[in-house]
């Protein structure tokens, strides 16, 4: 996947490689970001910054306006970013005050936002996604709880989609790709950062794929985190052999209506996973979506 304009050298192919993934989202970056998400380079930011001011090949490729920059002949996305942000900010209030309530959840042990909220990117209409980590042998119960909470919110017109639990035997995401790396770095923890760093080192697969994305992402949301002690209690009745078998017959009629909802919606093309220790609902094949695309990209410079 090097495919970038062969007149450009191996830094500049990286920073074409960077602005043509996001492209795919309508997302022009500033100088920060396109060092922290370069694609398959090692850089330091005084040397991003130069190249982007001071390579002709890259000027003769990219266009900059307001401190973002895209592909040449894209600077509309520009307006569509500022508006997305807008957008965003008006979400980031229910997101962390949702957040707070699903963090106090029984079993619950990290609560991070992903997907367009997460890089500020949010179209009309888009929903709250959260990725979640719960204790071992409670993933199931944990869901049915948020999953609760997710109905109380629609009420109010909020739209939340938890779509992706995992226990922590299982913080080791099982993908290994541009789209998963960029997931892991790009959300934003809010509750459970000591669970957050366990994930991002288990996870260091991802600076194969993204070697200046260490630390925490560039959004950052500082909330205190809530008390342990109403979790604690509200646990108590659970940890026992009626929660165990609760957990179990959650665990056996969920997975039975979710691989069957996979099997009908999606004709096999659904990235979904539902096991004792992972619940991926993602129906939409959106990861391969977005790979394939930019992989045709590539290949067929602009």
């Keep these: 996947m090097n495919a970038a304009p062969n007149t450009l050298n191996p830094l500049e192919q990286a920073i074409w490689r960077t602005v043509a993934y996001v492209d795919l989202f309508d997302y022009p970056l500033t100088a920060v970001e396109i060092h922290r998400y370069l694609d398959g380079a090692v850089a330091t930011p005084s040397e991003v910054a130069t190249a982007l001011v001071g390579s002709p090949g890259l000027a003769e490729q990219l266009g900059h306006r307001g401190g973002f920059f895209y592909l040449r002949g894209r600077e509309e996305i520009v307006q569509i970013r500022q508006a997305r942000k807008r957008r965003a900010q008006q979400l980031w209030p229910d997101a962390v005050r949702y957040g707070r309530f699903i963090a106090q959840l029984p079993f619950i042990r990290m609560v991070a936002v992903t997907g367009s909220l997460a890089m500020n990117n949010v179209a009309d209409e888009a929903d709250i996604d959260y990725f979640m980590v719960t204790e071992n042998g ?30 922590e035997s299982a913080l080791v995401l099982p993908e290994r790709n541009l789209y998963t790396a960029r997931e892991i770095v790009q959300m934003v923890p809010l509750f459970g950062h000591a669970v957050y760093e366990s994930l991002r080192q288990k996870n ?5 794929f993204l070697p200046n994305a260490a630390g925490l992402p560039l959004v950052q949301i500082p909330e205190p985190e809530p008390a342990r002690w109403p979790q604690t209690v509200a646990e108590l009745p659970l940890r026992t052999p ?13 997975i039975a209506r979710l691989n069957s909802q996979q099997t009908s919606q999606q004709n096999g093309t659904s990235e979904s996973c539902f096991t004792a220790v992972i619940c991926k609902g993602h ?20």
């Design 283 to 302: 129906f939409q094949a959106h990861q391969q979506r977005t790979l394939t695309a930019y992989e045709k990209r590539l290949a067929v410079p602009d």
């Design 242 to 254: 009626l929660g165990g078998w609760l957990e179990q017959w959650e665990q056996r009629r969920k």
């Design 138 to 167: 409670r993933l199931w119960l944990a869901r049915a709880l948020v999953i609760g909470v997710v109905r109380l919110a629609a009420r109010r017109g909020i739209v939340l989609c938890p779509n992706y639990f995992v226990a």
């Design 204 to 208: 260091c697969w991802a600076s194969q």
